[in-house]
């Protein structure tokens, strides 16, 4: 190594969200000296950005909170089985006061750049304010969904209204009384959104290019009788969350959708669509994602619930998916979603028959009509999982940079190591497990800790995933997502983002496997002494 080359730290932590938070625990409990640097004002990443009305859990709050801390469980009630946003906020903000974590994170400090130094086996990170640190150690915990993106209308910057996107969702209140609102955009945050919104709008239109299938989510209050039995019941919840396929509480049928007859299966479907959370979608027959007919079944009993939901039917058609089947992209959860187009200052339109063609100064303009607005809400999404990297000028081995290294589809080993970049580690990255998020994270930082702890009792400085292992991992993924109707779908899920340039063709952008063989894996490399890497 360079002795010139003097370290200002030993790990750099790219982003104070919760995988952010969790990772600077584990590394100063190992007696590194950190930096966290993070974007925002505040800690907790998605629940500081996703301020919008509405913003709210689909999972079971108490599966979702950390499960590291015995004592925090202990001390943390959470008021709602799905958790509101400022509660979550509220929750991340006592995790960072609790363990004392906000002296090792810079806020307002978005990094810009990330460069390799083989010689000096360091990174060196710079900040958008061009001030450089130099560490031995990347861990980019950057999250999947963090990177937001606007359509790409005309006269965008011309709107004298307020206007903006969920995730950058201004800190004061908005108050809609009596306002022209539009949201555009009806993925999961939409739905939040709209149903939220139209409680107090004077008039909310709603601009759908494609209808998804929504469910409800049931959700109310947690009993004082019921939060007794939650923290009893905590290892049991957090053992069935490492149980699980994507470690929800809700796990497949094991049943086939025509092993039961059909009075059976409309039982469990009523049943599933009665109860509170994912169940419908990933506790629903097995076969519900990898068999049309099977899909076609459920599908059809959700959009009866729709016809049934919504008075107008022509509307109610509107709503009803076409072009892909039920849970085959996210299925946002809701509350009264459907019968908020029952409302007489509801209006829907369909911006496949009728795009958007530009904004203007009092409202927007579409194939047809001119709509004027005081408000307009873009819940347009993110660049998803390799977003927030694109948005990095991060470089390895040689100058090469991430972007290019990914140009044909992300590759890397277990979604946390990429060849070439070595002694960087991504919490949540491409090609990782999935679902529900906070426990794969919490896998996630636990094993890089382990790893980093193996090298620190060995006095090992360098880290790089073998070519081999990421492409083993890289063809696993591709072999285990090939006959999932999910992927024949456009959507986030699929890589698909038409607001991006280079992401308008479908890729296997996740991992579809359970998360135990993602974690049996993990767990056999690192028993194995870490071959699949090299380390020096
Ligand atoms: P999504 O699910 O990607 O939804 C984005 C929505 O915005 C979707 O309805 C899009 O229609 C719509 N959209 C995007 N661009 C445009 C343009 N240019 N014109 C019209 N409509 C547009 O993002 P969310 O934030 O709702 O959810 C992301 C995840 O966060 C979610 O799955 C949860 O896990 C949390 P499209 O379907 O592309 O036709």
């Known amino acids: 190594a360079d002795p010139g080359q003097t370290l200002d730290y030993d790990a750099i932590v790219i982003g104070a969200g919760m995988s952010g938070l969790f ?80 002296r090792d994170i810079q806020f307002q400090s978005r990094v810009a750049a990330a460069h390799w130094d083989e010689a000096a086996r360091t990174w060196a990170v710079t900040l958008e304010d061009g001030s450089r640190h130099v560490s031995r150690f990347l861990i980019t915990a950057i999250g999947v969904l963090s990177a937001p993106t606007l359509p790409r209308f005309e006269g965008m910057d011309s709107f004298r209204g307020l206007s903006f996107h969920t995730a950058r969702w201004p800190h004061e209140p908005v108050d809609f009384a009596g306002k022209r609102v539009a949201v555009i955009g009806t993925g999961a945050t ?224 277990l979604g946390m190591l990429v060849e070439d970049f070595p002694n960087m580690f991504m919490l949540l990255g491409p090609h990782t497990a999935l679902g529900n998020i906070p426990r794969s994270i919490e896998y996630n930082v636990e094993w890089v800790s382990a790893l980093l702890r193996h090298m620190q009792a060995r006095g090992l400085t360098r880290a790089e995933a073998s070519a081999q292992a990421v492409a083993a991992w890289t063809k696993h993924v591709k072999q285990i997502g090939a006959g999932l109707l999910t992927n024949e779908v456009d959507s986030w899920m699929t890589g698909v983002n038409r607001n991006v340039e280079g992401k308008e063709t479908r890729v296997i952008a996740r991992y579809s496997g359970s998360a135990p063989d993602y974690r049996a894996w993990c767990d056999r490399v690192a028993t194995e002494g870490y071959r699949d890497l090299a380390l020096a």
């Open 190 to 413: 939409g739905v939040q959104t709209i149903q939220e919104v139209a409680k107090t709008a004077g008039h909310l239109t709603v601009f759908q290019r494609t209808p998804n299938w929504c469910a409800p989510l049931h959700n109310r209050k947690i009993t004082e009788e019921e939060q007794a039995r939650i923290k009893a019941d905590y290892p049991t919840i957090f053992q069935r969350c490492q149980e699980t396929f994507s470690c929800f509480l809700h796990t497949p049928d094991p049943r086939g959708t025509f092993e039961v007859s059909k009075e059976e299966r409309e039982a469990f479907y009523e049943e599933l669509y009665a109860s509170p959370g994912f169940g419908i979608w990933v506790g629903n027959f097995k076969d519900t994602l990898t068999d049309r007919a099977a899909n076609k079944e459920i599908s059809d009993f959700v959009a009866n619930k729709i016809r049934q939901r919504v008075k107008d039917p022509k509307v109610a058609e509107m709503l009803i998916p076409r072009n892909h089947g039920f849970g085959t992209r996210r299925v946002p959860l809701e509350t009264r979603y459907y019968e908020v187009y029952n409302q007489p200052n509801v209006l829907l339109v369909d911006s496949k028959a009728t795009p958007i063609q530009a904004i203007t100064p009092t409202g927007l303009r579409t194939s047809d009509a001119e709509y004027d607005f005081d408000i307009i809400i873009y819940a347009t999404g993110f660049d998803a999982l390799t977003g927030a990297f694109d948005r990095i000028d991060i470089r390895g081995e040689g100058g090469l940079t991430l972007r290019q290294k990914w140009a044909q589809g992300a590759q890397t080993m």
């Open 23 to 102: 990772q600077l625990l584990r590394l100063r409990e190992m007696g590194m000296k950190v930096r966290v640097f993070e974007a925002g004002t505040g800690v907790g990443g998605t629940w500081y950005w996703n301020r919008y009305p509405g913003a709210r859990f689909d999972s079971e709050s108490y599966s979702y909170g950390f499960s590291f801390s015995k004592e925090l469980l202990e001390e943390w009630n959470w008021s709602e089985h799905f958790a509101p946003q400022p509660e979550t906020l509220r929750y991340l903000n006592l995790v960072a006061d609790k363990f004392d974590l906000r």
